[in-house]
């Protein structure tokens, strides 16, 4: 598009761990904004690199009029990262190069790991100038769900997916999973059974909320994470030597990873469990906040 070039056009960084749905959560939101009349969307598989969506956030009234809003106005360039993080300090070299308005860090609601490996992922930009007492652009947390959390029978028909998440689906699982992935899903499988839960997820590690047989779990499922941590800090600095700032000795924990991009300097705005596996759903509990989020980035 003819408007990515233009040096005005407001520009959002899209960081995450590997599937946590940073590609579905652009998907979602450009099928919001744009006519029905539109074909479907090409699902797609993990980002290697980067992926740059300039997605229009002006919708249309429902008759069908509206404002007049320049290019400028009316779209806005995602600049969305991959979520593989290269060790050393030129692996995403060109976000050095770059101003954004605004960050979105994403977490999938299940997934530990990826709400953990956001700590990272803002020392990193914070180093940049981009977040943190001096960063120059506004902070939106957002934590993802590929299924719905309720126990209710009527969500049944939601435990579907449509058909952009389908496919998207499809597209993730033709990677096939490294020795790594295979370890852990069978040991976090063998906590569960014991612990007599059936997913962990990030709310199990804030321990208010805990029973004894879970906090068994998450025990050793952070247990398991320091000796795998330590195993990569080890591999890390061999590589890349001491100075290597990828892989920290101790790995943060849920609640002070999120916590610190929480309490960014610019006011974080905060969307829990925003819901991947339904688009009707997504503008009807994700879409308002999302946009009151990006048009704040206008009036800054």
Excluded at 19 to 43: C, Y
Excluded at 121 to 147: P, Q
Excluded at 285 to 296: D, M, R, Y
């Amino acid at each position: 598009m003819g408007a990515a070039d233009s040096p005005d056009l407001l520009r959002v960084l899209v960081v995450g761990h590997t599937g946590v749905g940073k590609t579905l959560f652009l998907q979602r939101l450009h099928r919001s904004t744009v006519e029905r009349r539109e074909g479907p969307l090409r699902a797609r598989g993990h980002t290697v690199g980067f992926n740059v969506e300039v997605i229009s956030t002006h919708r249309e009234n429902k008759f069908g009029s509206s404002t007049h809003v320049s290019d400028n106005e009316r779209h806005i360039a995602f600049v969305e990262v991959g979520g593989n993080r290269n060790f050393g300090r030129s692996g995403h070299f060109p976000l050095s190069l770059m101003t954004f308005h605004g960050v979105i860090f994403v977490y999938d609601h299940h997934n530990i790991e990826s709400a953990t490996d956001l700590m990272y992922w803002y020392e990193y930009l914070k180093g940049y100038g981009a977040v943190g007492s001096g960063g120059t652009a506004r902070v939106m947390l957002v934590e993802t769900t590929h299924i719905p959390l309720t126990d209710d029978p009527s969500s049944a028909a939601r435990v579907l997916p449509d058909e952009l998440l389908g496919s998207y689906l499809q597209e993730s699982i033709k990677k096939a999973p490294t020795f790594r992935e295979k370890m852990c899903h069978t040991v976090r499988s063998l906590f569960r059974r014991c612990a007599s839960v059936s997913r962990l997820s990030v709310t199990d590690f804030q321990p208010q909320y805990l029973r004894f047989l879970p906090r068994v779990a998450v025990f050793l499922h952070q247990l398991m994470s320091i000796v795998e941590n330590l195993l990569l800090f080890i591999m890390a600095v061999t590589l890349f030597g001491p100075g290597q700032k990828s892989v920290s000795f101790c790995p943060p924990s849920v609640s002070a990873a999120l916590r610190t991009i929480e309490d960014d300097a610019s006011g974080t705005r905060t969307l829990k469990q925003c819901p991947l596996y339904d688009q009707g759903l997504f503008e009807a509990t994700a879409l308002e906040e999302v946009l009151s989020f990006l048009g704040s980035l206008r009036s800054a």
